[in-house]
């Protein structure tokens, strides 16, 4: 009786033992699926479970269609979900977001000439223009003129800027602002600033220019000249000062090695970056401190930067025909 429980407990034991062992063997397949299927999530080349070498940090081509002629300017207008491609002289070609041509396109009167668009997307409103001139254009999302205005003096860019709804226009060393609540009558600028930089004389001029949103606590322009970068007010920051040249809120000499060839806020970051003739990209907080230096980024002068679409960061085209996703998330180049 003895040997027979002594047998019954050792054969519990070894069934113990083994449905131990089992259910180890279960746990280490389960970890080792959750470690593949991590490892997939993590892999950028991976997209539901497939791999594909020729993906890249996420993007992946969708869709593309041929385009013939000389397209000065495209556009993406919110309320059509359509993107404006601007076909000289007295056409505006339209595509869906599957870049699908849309038809009929939009004819243009022989006075359109603009070759910059911008959406205005709380008033419902284009804006045309030409850069180095004078001419504002306003329109529906369906390219119906509402009003030409003349601006005071020579266009560098237009911004937009939601909160207060209304055009930022920068020239070369004035910045004036239309607001856009009545633009079916007739438009008149307001609180038009002036700016000079007296250490560089008569020749000083805003050559790179960027909003920065009232989103950040007031509006303001982020600006460069050859290698120093300024945040100029969009306020005047005494009564009676319209006109008058005004301080700077924030002033970075000698801030790049090569003169700065791109410029952009970055709202959600709050960063300015720059990219200059050497191809250096850099990040700067709003009172010019460096957060950010990639020497060499480029190889040659960098052309563009704009926002990145999804993550928390921006993309530069340099004079190298590279483009290049960054991060701004203090943790280097996204490469």
């Known amino acids: 009786m003895q040997s027979m429980s002594l047998l019954g407990h050792t054969a519990n034991m070894s069934k113990s033992y083994l449905d131990g ?100 997307q709380k008033a419902k409103v284009l804006i045309g223009y030409v850069p180095n001139d004078d001419m504002i254009w306003l329109m529906t999302s369906f390219c119906m003129l509402y009003q030409v205005i003349r601006n005071e003096f020579r266009i560098t ?33 307001w609180k038009t600033m002036a700016y000079i930089d007296s250490e560089y004389g008569a020749l000083w001029k805003l050559e790179c220019m960027s909003l920065i949103p009232a989103s950040t606590s007031m509006t303001r322009l982020a600006g460069s000249y050859m290698t120093t970068i300024y945040v100029l007010p969009l306020e005047p920051l005494k009564e009676k000062e319209d006109i008058v040249p005004v301080m700077f809120l924030a002033r970075n000499p000698a801030a790049t090695e090569a003169a700065i060839t791109a410029l952009l806020f970055h709202d959600t970051s709050q960063w300015i970056i720059t990219g200059d003739e050497q191809g250096n990209v850099m990040g700067w907080d709003l009172e010019l401190h460096c957060i950010m230096s990639c020497p060499g980024g480029h190889k040659g ?17 340099g004079e190298d025909n590279v483009l290049q996703i960054w991060s701004c998330n203090l943790r280097g180049k996204v490469s």
């Open 301 to 317: 002068y960098v052309q563009k930067i704009v926002v990145h679409p999804s993550i928390c960061g921006f993309i530069t085209c």
């Open 157 to 189: 860019d237009i911004f937009y800027e939601p909160m207060t709804n209304e055009i930022v226009v920068a020239g070369p060393n004035k910045v004036t602002r239309f607001p856009l609540a009545n633009k079916e009558s007739t438009m008149n600028p």
């Open 21 to 120: 062992e089992e259910r180890e063997m279960e746990w280490r397949k389960k970890v080792t699926k959750m470690r593949e299927r991590l490892k997939s999530r993590l892999d950028e080349n991976t997209i539901d479970g497939k791999r594909d070498d020729n993906l890249f940090h996420g993007m992946k081509l969708v869709s593309s269609t041929t385009m013939f002629g000389n397209f000065t300017e495209i556009c993406y207008c919110e309320e059509t979900q359509e993107y404006l491609v601007i076909d000289p002289p007295s056409n505006m070609l339209r595509f869906s977001v599957q870049a699908k041509l849309i038809q009929p396109s939009y004819p243009l009167s022989g006075t359109m000439l603009f070759t910059k668009l911008l959406w205005c």
